[in-house]
């Protein structure tokens, strides 16, 4: 799955921790209900010792000493399903701090009381750090001087692989370089350096896990600050994505994004975009190529996706405002697919966005044709028998799912035709609201 930031479910599955609850097997079952609810035969007496794993968890990317002690710095996960709730603890914080530049990682606990057996009926507090080790790379430290002093190390970081795009952004006043580099697993350290950074994918991107690096298809594309202090060049570490080359028959392949993560101090700036576009660059003048796919695309990943691919296909003849108002064409699928390798299913998805970028919804005509164009498109899973099954899942209430796609009343087509129609205008307002404002 792709994803800004963002993106996607990979070839294998990360196990599922153990819960809280799951922890104290060996417990009477009342005890267990009591961990479990914050409630005990007693009253609530467990209840202060639960802490919510997305606000304990506090990430830092570090450059300089100071830093440890900002808590401007602090940002924290977006999802926590390898530790959902913590038990144990009052006042928790779990510190995952990382260099800037080497990402060199360490963990600290703190808190302000534990759990203690002896007054709980030996209930025990969750180990934190054991479970942390199953997710982040071995041997993170834990001793704050050793990790200080690895911070002047940072300064002698140089990146893995081919540079292949740099620019600059404006934030706050300020220009700031990035580089875009590509490389393999085979480049010396960058192994190392993957174990690393992928753990943020668990934290950052839904249904993440970790993808098989021995595997020789997969590209790597990475995103750093480049910066200078005391007239050294120094990096820091901003994002990557990934992508697999999927075998084509007879002799082409299909590149699929697989992942992508933009680091928090550094999202809704652009760079997620950036990377997409840098990648699709690298694409245009090879002949091997068939098209290039998105694996399971999130929500925030399909808008950035869209953002590039609008902006691509807005420089095409077939995609110019007179051409928009005929209706989706063949022209529009094999110019996608010849000069942006796009595949039909998302060049008409950009074709109707932009045909509503060129629509006037105060047109009556104008937009009668827009609104039928789509709901003839939504209306296909009805008439081919559920292809779009999930889609329909997520749109009706249960009660709704239990009849057939055949078996649905007229109204029930209806009310779900109107709901989708509402859910893809709003989804496609918002690239057009970035498109306003980015285009080149």
Known sequence: MAHEIGLGRNVSETPEEPSAAQSYCCYPAELKMAVTNGMSIAGNKFEGFKCNATDAIEFKLVRHEPDIF???????????????????????????????????????????????????????????????????????????????????????????????????????????????????????????????IQPFLLFFVDAASYIDVDDDRWDYYLLFEKYREAGTTIYAFAGYMTVYNYYAYPEKIRPRISQVLVMPPFQRQGHGATLIQTFYNSCYNRHDILDITVEDPSENFQRVRDFVDCKNCMRLPSFQPEELHQGFSEKMRL?????????????????????????????????????????????????????????????????????????LSVEQRMEYLEKHYEEVITEYRAVIERLATNVD
């Open 335 to 407: 110019e996608t697919r010849e000069k942006l390798f796009i595949n039909r299913k998302q060049a008409r998805r950009i074709y109707e966005i932009l045909r509503l970028r060129a629509t006037n919804m105060a047109n009556k005509e104008q937009q009668r044709g827009y609104r039928l164009d789509i709901k003839k498109r939504l209306n296909s899973p009805f008439q081919k028998n559920g292809r779009d099954f999930q889609k329909l899942k997520r749109a009706l209430e249960p009660t709704e799912l239990a009849a057939t796609l055949n078996n």
């Open 70 to 196: 900002d808590d401007s710095k602090v940002f924290h996960p977006d999802m926590t399903h390898q530790l959902e709730s913590i038990f144990g603890y009052k006042d928790l914080k779990v510190q995952i701090y990382c260099s800037a530049a080497r990402m060199i990682t360490y963990v600290n606990v703190a808190y302000s009381a534990k759990i203690d057996p002896e007054q709980y009926d030996g209930v025990k507090a969750d180990d934190i750090l054991g479970l942390l080790s199953k997710h982040l790379q071995p041997g993170f430290l834990t001793n704050r001087d050793a990790f200080i002093s690895q911070l002047t190390k940072d300064k002698t970081f140089k990146p893995f692989g081919e540079l292949v795009h740099s620019y600059t952004t404006t934030r706050e006043d300020k220009q700031l370089e990035f580089e875009v580099y590509k490389t393999d697993i085979e480049a010396i350290g960058f192994r190392d350096f993957h174990e690393r």
